[in-house]
């Protein structure tokens, strides 16, 4: 079930498909974000998939209820893997969303739910946002209402991954960004671990952008990544 997750953080068709294209062998999982979907629009999802790869659509939908589930069941048309919303916009738009999202035949996408973004700080959660319960604390209660309206997991850092699993079972997803390899730099990123420490705190999905695609040898990176995060193994 574990898997590696290719960020795809192009901004155009031709940059895509010429970075997927170095992959010959096996397909990754790959993410496709808001840049790459607005650009592109949804004939980029249905050409990686075409070739081949399981896509997390990654739009982050946070709206009043029924403009996500109507949002949702386009979506669910475009046979993406996975797909998100934010957990802030409340349970009763992550139902809708599940709603929207499920087929007549009950098939649906997986889908998760945005904690706190890790670019938000407890200080700008109390000075903005005015929550002033703690960020663990956020996250933990934004996970379990996301296990409550009945989503399969959350997005969150992997050093969060081990307190989602003990709120809301082992079998709720961690798909985790954020991940560097032990001999790399952080970049922007400041709640980062390893593809093998990941592995052990318990992530269902990392998210790798910048370590692969910005790699002299992005497919050597990505095999490193497979090691390490899906085999467990500890000399790469
Ligand atoms: O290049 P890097 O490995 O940092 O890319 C991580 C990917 O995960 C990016 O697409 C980024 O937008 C996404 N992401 C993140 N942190 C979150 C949610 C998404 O880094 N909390």
């Known amino acids: 079930?574990?898997?590696v997750i290719i960020a795809c953080d192009f901004s155009s068709k031709e940059a895509t498909?010429?970075?997927?294209?170095?992959?010959?062998?096996r397909k990754p999982f790959v993410k496709i974000g808001m840049e790459l979907f607005y650009a592109e629009g949804p004939e980029i999802v249905r050409e990686i998939k075409k070739r081949g790869h399981k896509i997390f659509l990654d739009l982050k939908l946070h709206d009043i209820p029924n403009t996500v589930r109507k949002?949702?069941?386009v979506?669910?048309?475009?046979?993406?893997?996975?797909?998100?919303v934010h957990a802030a916009g409340t349970i009763e738009m992550m139902k809708a969303a599940l709603e929207g999202l499920t087929r007549p035949d009950g098939t649906r996408p997986l889908l998760i739910a945005v904690t706190q973004l890790t670019s938000t700080s407890e200080e700008r959660m109390r000075g903005e946002l005015l929550i002033n319960a703690g960020i663990g604390e956020t996250i933990v209660k934004y996970a379990s209402n996301a296990a409550e309206a009945g989503l399969d997991g959350v997005v969150c850092s992997p050093l969060e991954a081990g307190m989602?699993?003990?709120?809301?079972?082992?079998?709720?997803l961690a798909v985790t960004p954020g991940i560097r390899f032990a001999d790399a730099a952080?970049?922007?990123?400041?709640?980062?671990?390893?593809?093998?420490r990941a592995r052990e705190i318990g992530s269902d999905f990392i998210v790798v952008g910048r370590p692969i695609t910005a790699a002299?040898?992005?497919v050597?990176?990505?095999?490193?990544c497979l090691e390490e995060f899906v085999y467990g193994k500890t000399d790469c």
């Open 1 to 3: 079930m574990k898997d």
């Open 17 to 25: 498909l010429e970075f997927l294209d170095k992959f010959t062998g």
């Open 71 to 73: 949002a949702m069941k």
């Open 75 to 84: 979506l669910s048309g475009l046979d993406v893997d996975m797909t998100n």
């Open 164 to 172: 989602v699993k003990e709120a809301c079972g082992a079998g709720f």
């Open 186 to 196: 952080a970049d922007d990123q400041v709640r980062i671990t390893t593809p093998l």
């Open 216 to 218: 002299a040898d992005p």
């Open 220 to 224: 050597a990176a990505y095999n490193r």
